[in-house]
Each structure stands twice: as structure tokens, then as C-alpha cells.
């Protein structure tokens, strides 16, 4: 049974730092890729970034690049979301999700909520 675990959440002054943490479990973790997807209140879902399993590319959306840094410890079964420079507009829920081999999410956390306010 696939299981993911996000945490770390919390509230941040702007121009904090957070590192979310998502703990997988029921599968083969080192062989999938995996995303952040976050969600704002009142909006839609926004891919934040993505980890590939084989190669270990990361890719970001224009909004964070440059201030987050995805990263995964395949031996701990665990994916990292680590946030700099943080900003009001970062406040959202913020889910790691699988990625099965059609590059389609197949597994999500229940999420862990960011609120970025002074």
C-alpha cells in the first residue's frame, strides 16, 4: 500500500526558510520520479518541482526556481522540498506525489500547509 507522508510545514516570516520532508513507503521508491504540487486557497493545483529517479534531474517552476531546491535520499525512502527567500505568495498546501512510468501522478499526501506572513 503506497503511502506518503508530507511534513514540515508551518508559519514563516518572509524571507524564512522550510524544508518539507514527504516519507514514502509501499513501493520502490529510488525507481520513481517524484513532484511537489502545491495548492494556494481559493486556486487550482501548481506543479512546484520535479526529481527524476535514474538521473537525478531536477526541474522547477519559473515561481520558485532560484529560491527552492528539491533533492531525495533514496536510502531513507524520503523526498525533500527545501525553501528559501519565501514569500507571501508561497502560502499553500504543499503535496509530493508520485510519479508513475506515463508521467502521470499516481499517489498523493495528504499535504502539509505553508503560510508565509509576518
Known amino acids: 500500500q503506497v503511502q506518503l507522508v508530507e511534513s514540515g510545514g508551518g508559519l514563516v516570516q518572509p524571507e524564512g526558510s522550510l524544508r518539507l520532508s514527504c516519507a514514502a513507503s509501499g513501493f520502490t521508491f529510488s525507481r520513481f520520479a517524484m513532484s511537489w504540487v502545491r495548492q494556494a486557497p481559493g486556486k487550482g493545483l501548481e506543479w512546484v518541482a520535479d526529481?527524476?529517479?535514474?538521473?537525478?534531474?531536477?526541474y522547477y517552476a519559473d515561481s520558485v526556481k532560484g529560491r527552492f531546491t528539491i533533492s531525495r535520499d533514496n536510502a531513507k525512502n524520503t523526498l525533500y522540498l527545501q525553501m528559501n527567500s519565501l514569500k507571501p505568495e508561497d502560502t499553500a498546501k504543499y503535496y509530493c506525489a508520485k510519479i508513475d512510468p506515463l508521467y502521470m501522478y499516481d499517489y498523493w499526501g495528504q499535504g502539509t500547509q505553508v503560510t508565509v506572513s509576518s
Open positions: 526529481i527524476h529517479s535514474t538521473n537525478g534531474n531536477t
